[in-house]
């Protein structure tokens, strides 16, 4: 299965601020999926993007706030726009394996921290 | 509403014994269920999977069981260990939007 190199590991930030979270993939893959996971919750889907296209937005979380990028199979960046204590939270990035059998591959999370 | 549900409470077991982990789903229609399992300030590890068609499936101490019509599956560790503590999530397929769904997890302690 895949390997993820998710960066950075960890932030503070003052709010109004940006941030952009950035995960490498050691293969080709065609859908990456970014997850919010608040301490003791589960992981909320924020978008799903495709190479090539614009990201798809589930509901409550909008483009002009969390910018997707993917530029190319291996790479996604999410940018937390504008931030407020509210946005602190853990950001994961993810990706299916080559086989439904091998379930999904996660980074480690970013742990940002809103001030 | 649309849930997945699995037991806030954490599980606390002995070293040894059978731990019975509960994901119960409702209003959804998966193609399959997939267990993770997450450590402390880590990403989630996929576990094991199993289909809609498929009543069980097992790897090494792991089993899972898929019952379609109650809408729950069953994580089972048997042998467990101290290294098993951790928090399992299960997790929903969703085949119109290619999207997976997760529970908020269940926290496993086991005892030595």
């Known amino acids: 299965s895949a390997v993820i190199s998710q960066k950075p590991s960890r932030d503070i930030c003052q709010r109004g601020t940006s941030l952009t979270i950035q995960c490498q993939v050691d293969?080709?893959?065609?859908?990456m999926f970014w997850y919010r996971q608040q301490p003791g919750q589960s992981l909320t889907l924020i978008a799903t993007a495709n190479q090539g296209s614009e990201a798809t937005y589930e509901s409550g979380f909008v483009i002009d706030k969390f910018p997707i990028s993917r530029p190319n199979l291996t790479f996604s960046t999410l940018t937390v726009s504008n931030m407020s204590p509210e946005d602190s939270s853990i950001y994961l990035c993810s990706a299916p394996g080559t086989n439904p059998n091998y379930g999904y591959t996660f980074g480690s999370g970013t742990r940002l921290t809103v001030v | 509403s649309q849930k997945i549900e699995q037991n806030s409470e954490a599980l606390n077991i002995q070293e040894g014994k059978t731990a019975t982990l509960t994901c119960n789903y409702t209003?959804?229609?998966?193609?399959?269920l997939q267990w993770y399992r997450q450590d402390p300030g880590r990403g989630p590890v996929f576990l094991l999977l199993i289909r809609e068609n498929e009543k069980e499936k097992r790897k090494e101490r792991l089993k899972v069981t898929f019952d379609t019509t109650l809408k729950q599956s069953l994580f089972h560790i048997t042998a467990s260990q101290p290294a098993d503590s951790a928090t399992y999530l299960c997790a929903i397929y969703l085949t119109g939007g290619f999207k997976t769904i997760f529970g908020a997890g269940t926290r496993l302690f086991v005892k030595a």
């Open positions: 293969s080709q893959v065609t859908m």
């Open positions: 209003n959804y229609s998966p193609a399959y």
